[in-house]
């Protein structure tokens, strides 16, 4: 049962640095509805239910949670030797318009699931969000201020799996990616906006990967010996 259960961790996760293990015994960090932390995974945090099946689920509720930012001093984008800076409304509305599309976008490139508007019977619901954003990038002063840069911010994508009509809750999961450039090039909104969606994209890939190596797996965990 536990062999098995570390497969399904390491399944959700997309992939996996070493061999997760779930925590058990009475040290075991289990969450108030039922979720065993994973220890060893690539992610920053998961909690998981050992007896997981998505087998029965083929349909995909996303429900966004929002974008939280980190709190920064606005006199940041006067000082030289600042290293976070605030965003603008504009910034913002950018940002959640990047993150939306792309994670849609490669979560309905699933073999298994369709995305649908309502909860129902096989329908798993996801939620997402992205917690502590912070931008890296210096306010631009001028035509004549260009400046390179690499790394241009982080923040943590916040995940929860549930039944969509029992909210029964499945899996818990946190990670946080910082949002760097393959090479230090001239900063420019574009850019900037296009290594976002970068970032982004790599988050939905495994999900989407998760979610449907998952699904072929169904309950392994129900049918074993040890379950019996």
């Known amino acids: 049962m536990r062999i098995v259960a570390i497969f399904l961790a390491a399944l959700i996760l997309a992939a996996c640095a070493t061999t997760p293990t779930i925590q058990e015994g009475p040290d075991a960090e289990i969450t108030y509805d ?3 932390r994973v220890d060893d995974s690539k992610l920053d945090a998961v909690w998981i239910k050992p007896s997981i099946d998505l087998s029965k689920y083929d349909k995909l509720l996303l429900e966004g949670v929002g974008i939280q930012y980190r ?27 990047a993150v939306s599309e792309v994670l849609l976008e490669e979560i309905k490139r699933s073999e298994y699931f369709t995305i649908v508007d309502a909860p129902g019977k096989g329908v798993l619901k996801i939620e997402l969000g992205l917690a502590d954003v912070v931008s890296r990038v210096p306010p631009q002063r001028g ?3 260009d400046f390179y840069i690499r790394n241009l911010g982080e923040a943590m994508l916040v995940m929860e799996y549930s039944d969509s009509m029992t909210n029964e809750v499945l899996a818990r999961a ?3 990616r910082a949002v760097e450039a393959a090479t230090v090039s001239q900063s420019s909104p574009a850019t900037n906006l296009s290594e976002v969606r970068s970032a982004v994209r790599v988050w939905g890939t495994q999900i989407r990967n998760a979610l449907d190596e998952l699904h072929l797996l169904g309950c392994y965990i129900c049918n074993t010996p040890a379950a019996q």
Do not use: H
């Not at 709190?71 to 950018?94: I, S």
């Open 143 to 145: 035509a004549s201020s």
């Open 174 to 176: 946190t990670d946080r």
């Open 71 to 97: 709190a920064v001093d606005p006199q940041n984008r006067y000082k030289r030797n600042a290293d976070e800076f605030p965003l603008d409304e504009q910034q913002k509305d950018a940002i959640r318009k």
């Open 34 to 36: 039922g979720l065993y």
